[in-house]
């Protein structure tokens, strides 16, 4: 008698296998045609972002417009995310939208602004007063008793003050309520006429700059007061000084507490250290620096491109003065910024170009209004365009398909 079990379970063991292989078949063929879609799809947005990334936009797609009506004498400037808009009359934080968050009314014949994170003051420059605010309000305002030149804000509201009254250049540091913390007279003949200061973010260092003109030579001095516990036994505060021959030093900032650009007319020089700053790294030349703009992680100079006075030359920097890009434009632009995304922001009466860290021109477009700032917004290629009587929030057009202000 045959045997038919044994041969019924091997053609059950050759068909299994059979399945199996044809399985493995399928999945191979599934995992293959799950590769190519995946690359396909990695292709594609490779390709994307390299057409992103180069393409230079000239128009752009109006989100929503804002009707407002301001003097023509209002300045604009990007605070905490929003816009702080201020003039003689007074100060007002609104949203891009024109939403008010708040709003300060004061006299002053020519308010100057310091913002440092999320404290900003306002002084009468050569006035009395001074209004210290925060994100939620007014968080103090009180007088000084001398005609105010300079003042700078801390991350914790207290303002240093450069004064003068007869020839005397004097400094106080004052807390946001009003309160004296410090006080020190500048005589011309011992340190020189001040010219620039900057107050640390933590409000306990500040760093003067001042000028020395003897014997028709000209000398700049940096000095670095600490009216924490480092200063406490020093005379003045004063920690630490620098000198520069035949060198003008006008303006001065801290980034954060512990590192500070001097710009110059023969460069930029960096100072570092929480407790006594040391000379950094530095930045000369012997072009005319034609204007300076930085934030918190870089600083641009600017130049005449060669003998052609009408068109400009920025050079880009890193805080240890390592050169990132360097580009030239033939643009007429007035003011220079870095946005929050740190992109170079160049703008005239009405035009504004956008420049990537790349040195590419992302961005050229001419209004029909005056326009008076520009920010960036959250969110893909979205921009807020402040112009007179309106803002706009807008998103740069991809294609060129639309006109301007379709949905």
């Known amino acids: 008698m045959k045997d038919t079990g044994k041969s019924n379970l091997q053609m059950v063991r050759d068909n299994w296998e059979e399945i199996e292989r044809k399985v493995r078949e399928h999945h191979r063929k599934q995992l293959k045609i799950a590769a190519l879609i995946v690359g396909i799809c990695v292709a594609l947005g490779i390709t994307y972002y390299v057409y992103v990334q180069h393409k230079s936009y000239t128009d752009y797609k109006i989100v929503d417009t804002v009707e407002r009506s301001d003097s023509a004498a209002t300045h604009f400037v990007q605070y ?42 306002f002084a009468d420059s050569d006035g009395k007063e001074i209004y210290v605010m925060d994100d939620s309000g007014t968080q103090g305002k009180f007088k000084v008793t001398m005609p105010v030149i300079k003042m700078d804000v801390s991350a914790h509201g207290t303002v240093a003050v450069l004064m003068e009254d007869d020839g005397t250049s004097y400094l106080a540091l004052y807390s946001k309520s009003g309160e004296q913390l410090a006080e020190g007279a500048i005589h011309v003949e011992n340190g020189g006429t001040p010219l620039a200061i900057a107050l640390s973010a933590d409000g306990q260092k500040l760093a003067v700059s001042s000028m020395d ?51 110059s007319d023969k460069g930029v020089y960096t100072f570092t250290g929480s407790t006594e700053p040391k000379e950094g790294p530095k930045k000369e030349t012997d072009e005319e620096i034609k204007g300076v703009f930085y934030d918190e992680s870089y600083f641009a100079l600017i130049f005449a491109a060669g003998k052609d006075e009408a068109k400009r030359r920025v050079e880009v920097y890193n805080m240890k003065c390592s050169q990132q890009v360097t580009f030239e434009t033939d643009f007429s632009f007035e003011e220079a910024q870095f946005l929050d995304n740190h992109e170079i922001c160049l703008t005239s009466e009405n035009a504004c170009a956008l420049y990537t860290l790349g040195g590419r021109e992302k961005f050229y477009y001419e209004f029909e209004n005056r326009l008076c700032a520009v920010t960036h917004v959250s969110g893909y290629r979205r921009y807020a365009f402040v112009m007179e009587g309106k803002t706009e929030q807008a998103r740069l057009k991809l294609f060129d398909g639309q006109k301007t202000g379709d949905k």
């Open 80 to 121: 905490n995310g929003h816009l702080l808009k201020y003039s003689n009359d007074g100060a007002v934080y609104t949203t891009v939208n024109n939403d008010v968050i708040w709003n300060q009314s004061f006299e002053m014949q020519e308010p100057t602004v310091s913002i440092c994170q999320k404290y900003v003051a």
């Open 213 to 263: 003109i003897h014997d028709g030579s000209v000398k700049s001095t940096v000095s670095f007061y600490n009216f924490g516990a480092v200063g406490e036994n020093k005379v003045d505060h004063i920690v630490a000084s620098y000198s520069y021959a035949d060198t003008v030093i006008p303006e001065l900032t801290y980034i954060g507490s512990d590192h500070v650009l001097a710009f």
